[in-house]
């Protein structure tokens, strides 16, 4: 298994502002993954964050929006850049752990930004 | 096109009644059919996995039963508590590589 800890739990932001997430593993991990989770909604992809690596992004993200940094193999931090209202949402950080026939999927308590 | 389909959208189940969420999937390579349980304000945890090679994993009060020829899975909750109350979530994949449903809300009335 995996614990996951982010920082912060929740933050108020004013528009035009960047916030920096910040995401802890109990283990090191190959890959880490962010999502974003809307009110009411399912979990979207934001980006893989492979350590030593540039991140892949989803479709509908892009890197000067959504920067990421992968240091080392327990800790990753997303950006969330030049906020808009329509950037509130939970931002999940979450691991996979075990070999191909294990793989199994933790996520973090999650990241509750509001934009005003 | 949608990887993962989840219904019902929400659900209302009395105490003591079982609770059941049904997904679909697309992708037959898929290997790996994980349940979230996500109650407000926090992050999905594990709820339950299975993997192809078997039709049916039971934890506690938990199922799923799962049908490779017709690519679904569902959950089945028994004896349905109030504290079962959140959103799950299903998810398909294989690898790293994963595709979630879209959610249900259940409710258990006391």
């Known amino acids: 298994s995996a614990v996951i800890s982010q920082k912060p739990s929740r933050d108020i932001c004013q528009r035009g502002t960047s916030l920096t997430i910040q995401c802890q593993v109990d283990?090191?991990?190959?890959?880490m993954f962010w999502y974003r989770q809307q009110p009411g909604q399912s979990l979207t992809l934001i980006a893989t964050a492979n350590q030593g690596s540039e991140a892949t992004y989803e479709s509908g993200f892009v890197i000067d929006k959504f920067p990421i940094s992968r240091p080392n193999l327990t800790f990753s931090t997303l950006t969330v850049s030049n906020m808009s209202p329509e950037d509130s949402s939970i931002y999940l950080c979450?691991?996979?752990?075990?070999?191909?026939?294990?793989?199994?999927?933790?996520f973090g308590p999650g990241t509750r930004l509001t934009v005003l | 096109q949608q990887q993962v389909k989840q219904s019902p959208q929400s659900l209302i189940v009395q105490k003591g009644g079982i609770s059941i969420i049904n997904c679909a999937y697309e992708n037959t390579a898929f290997d790996y059919f994980p349940w979230y349980q996500q109650f407000p304000g926090k992050g999905p945890a594990l709820l339950i996995a299975?993997?192809?090679?078997?039709s049916e994993k039971k934890e506690g009060r938990f199922t799923i039963s799962f049908n490779k020829s017709a690519k679904q899975f569902s959950l089945h909750i028994m004896d349905s508590q109030p504290g079962d109350s959140a959103t799950y979530f299903c998810?398909?994949?294989?690898?790293?590589?994963?595709?979630f449903g879209t959610g249900t809300s259940l409710t258990v009335i006391p």
């Open positions: 283990s090191q991990v190959t890959m």
């Open positions: 299975i993997r192809p090679d078997v």
């Open positions: 979450s691991v996979v752990t075990g070999t191909k026939s294990t793989d199994t999927q933790y």
């Open positions: 998810a398909a994949g294989t690898g790293n590589q994963f595709y």
